[in-house]
Every structure is written in structure tokens, then in C-alpha cells.
């Protein structure tokens, strides 16, 4: 995720829309790497003059205004928390962090301008299909929903050397995004999750499984079922089905390796004057063509992604609340935690509530689940 970013971020630059100053990591082979990479994408001489830095602090004393903390998940935190206490935005990738306690810490430090700082690298948020989705949803189009399916399938395994939190965290946590999303981002009353191990399979990250089905409960009764898998050799495969009362929603029909992002409203379900599964509207949402080195997912969202730091940086310049921010992030964390805890414990079922078995209304509330009931994280 670091090269995508890094990549939007170069191009931003010689647009003239951004400056870009400085880039950063522990170990110098990875700055290094990404000097490479930012010549190779026809920028040689900002590839020469960039500057370096080998820690977070170093990189706020060479004057940024903002920056993106794209590091793995046991970093995000340290490498978050130097830049937001000098009142630099940054965009940091999902999750916020690998630890509700570490989120607390986070909420604590930023206080009330926690949202005008931190804003969580959920692309789907600005992904036009999903986008499309939500407005039909909003205008009543499908009623009340009362399921949702969410799927999310790579086609190769993890690379060598991915930082995972676990598969059911890693993977489950956009599709939480999604599914809580379109509930206003309620938490659920109920998590459970299963794991498997499918063959064949080089399992690098160590994750113990590759695929993964989570269920989720909301106090209505509404239910959604997000499906991960790492062994869909045919192709990338993300697409989800909102169901309601009133009609039916359907995001990304498989289109094998590369292809159209559909969206359908169907209307109808029996009752009232339109006939059952009316199909009332249809878009189509053209992939970005991907060139080697792209991640399997850069052809499906790669318009996301830069429409989503397009957003952090007119936000972050403008001093508005950034979204998704710091509310999004550790909701969807405590879920995503849970269900990974759900899945090593055979399906055990997490009613998410604090001790006197009132709803969790905040980040230190969720904090304090973990260290009851999911062993400070995964």
C-alpha cells in the first residue's frame, strides 16, 4: 500500500498540486526502494532530491503539513502518534492500529481534534460503486435492509514478508467497513467467525487459515455475512448484495481477472404496485488497467484510492473533519478483532457489550472489551 500511495502521491506532485518533501522508514534499503520506484515512475529528479528521513519526528522537523503512514499494522500507532502531536493530518492505512489499547491511546492524545487529524485509509468509502450503492440506500430505494453479503476473494496468496494481524482481521476488516457503512456505522450486538484451511496452500504470513466467514448481528435483526478467501486463483473478487424490505442492491459481480464494476437497484419483492425483482437501475464503473508491480487489488480500486488522498488533502487544507476518521476506526477494529478471536475459538459467539452489559459507546469502552475478552489484540 505504501507504493500506491507513494504512486498518487507522484503524481500529485508533478501535477503541481502537492509538494512532495519527504519519505520515510526504519530500514534504509526501504527508503531506498522507494526512491527507485518514484524514478521509475518518470520522476528522476524528485527521486533525487527527496529528502529522508529514519523516524517519524525526523520527518515532522523537515516541515511537512501532512503525511500517510502506510507501515504495517504493528507500527501505526508509533508511527501515527509523533506526527498527530505536532498537529500534522495523517492519513494512516487500515487498521488504526493492532490494538484497541493502542486506539485509546491515540483518542486520548488527539482529543477534540481527533477527527481534523486522523483520517483511516478506508477506500471504499470513496469507491463510486459503493458510493452509488449507499445514495440508493439513503432515498429508501431498497427499504430497511435485513441482510448483507459481502465477499472479498485475492487470488494469490500473501507475499513474502506480509504483516498480517491475522486472516480474518486482515480481510474481514474492509468488509466490516462496508457492512457498517451502510448501518451508520452501529456497532453490532454479535460477532462469530469461522476459519478454514483449503489445499493446496503456501500459507507465508503464517495466518493459519485462508478462508474465512464472519457473521454479524445488529439489535434489529439484521445480519451481514462477510466471506474472505485467499485462494480464488480466477481472479480478484470483491462484490457485495445489500437485501431490504424493498428491493435488493448488488456491487461487483465476478468479471475474472478484469472487468466492469456493475451496480444494480432491483425493486420489487411482492408487495405494492412494482413487480417482484424489477430491475429499476444499472451502472457500470470502468477498473484501472494495472501494469506489473501493481497489488492484485490495484485494478478494482485504484480510483478509490486516489480519490480517497485527493480527499485527505482538500480536507487536511481546508482544517475540515476528515473521513472516514477515528470513530470508524476503532468500531472497526473491535469487530474485527473479535471476529479474528471468534475464529481461533471454533465460532464462539462475542455479544458486544461492556461488564454491566451496556452497548460500547467509546474507544477506551472497546479498549477495555479487548483486555477482557481478546487478550490485548491480535
Not at 40 to 64: S, V
Not at 151 to 166: A, E, H, I, R
Not at 297 to 320: D, I, K, M, T, V
Amino acid at each position: 500500500m505504501g507504493r500506491v500511495h507513494l504512486e498518487h502521491l507522484v503524481r500529485f506532485h508533478l501535477a503541481g498540486r502537492i509538494e512532495l518533501l519527504t519519505i520515510g522508514d526504519r530500514l534504509p534499503r526501504t527508503i531506498e526502494s522507494a526512491r527507485a520506484f518514484v524514478s521509475r515512475l518518470g520522476a528522476d529528479d524528485l527521486a533525487a532530491r527527496l529528502l529522508t528521513a529514519d523516524a517519524p519526528d525526523q520527518m515532522a522537523d523537515h516541515r511537512i503539513d501532512v503525511a500517510v503512514v502506510a507501515s504495517g499494522t504493528g507500527n501505526h500507532a508509533r508511527d501515527l502518534l509523533p506526527l498527530v502531536r505536532r498537529g500534522i493530518p495523517v492519513l494512516v492505512e487500515k487498521p488504526l492500529a493492532a490494538t484497541l489499547a493502542e486506539v485509546a491511546a491515540i483518542n486520548d492524545e488527539v482529543g477534540a481534534d481527533g477527527d481534523r487529524l486522523v483520517q483511516v485509509a478506508f477506500q471504499r468509502h470513496y469507491d463510486a460503486a459503493a458510493r452509488a450503492a449507499a445514495a440508493w440506500v439513503s432515498d429508501g430505494s431498497i427499504g430497511s435492509i435485513q441482510q448483507s453479503d459481502h465477499v472479498l476473494q485475492d487470488k494469490n496468496p500473501t507475499p513474502v514478508g506480509y504483516d498480517s494481524c491475522g486472516i480474518t482481521a486482515d480481510m474481514a476488516i474492509h468488509l466490516i467497513y462496508e457492512a457498517m457503512a451502510f448501518r451508520r456505522f452501529a456497532l453490532p450486538r454479535q460477532v462469530r467467525a469461522l476459519r478454514f484451511m483449503a489445499p493446496p496452500y503456501d500459507d507465508r504470513a503464517g495466518e493459519g487459515a485462508n478462508i474465512v466467514h464472519v457473521f454479524c448481528q445488529w439489535t434489529d435483526g439484521s445480519l451481514a455475512h462477510l466471506w474472505g478467501s485467499r485462494i480464488n486463483g480466477t481472479g480478484y473478487d470483491n462484490r457485495f448484495t445489500l437485501t431490504g424490505t424493498a428491493g435488493r442492491i448488488d456491487v461487483g459481480e465476478f468479471a475474472g481477472d478484469f472487468g466492469a464494476v456493475l451496480a444494480k437497484l432491483w425493486r420489487g419483492t411482492g408487495d405494492g404496485s412494482v413487480a417482484r425483482g424489477t430491475l429499476a437501475e444499472a451502472l457500470e464503473f470502468p477498473m484501472t488497467p494495472p501494469r506489473d508491480g501493481h497489488p492484485d487489488f490495484y485494478a478494482r480500486f485504484a480510483a478509490a484510492y486516489e480519490a480517497e488522498l485527493s480527499a485527505f488533502l482538500n480536507r487536511a487544507a481546508s482544517g475540515a473533519p476528515l473521513e472516514p476518521g477515528l470513530d470508524a476506526g476503532w468500531k472497526t477494529l473491535l469487530v474485527a478483532n473479535a471476529a479474528e478471536a471468534s475464529s481461533r475459538a471454533d465460532g464462539r459467539a462475542f455479544e458486544l457489550t461492556d461488564t454491566a452489559g451496556r452497548p460500547i459507546e467509546s474507544a477506551a469502552d472497546a479498549a477495555a472489551f479487548e483486555a477482557e475478552h481478546l487478550s490485548g489484540g491480535v
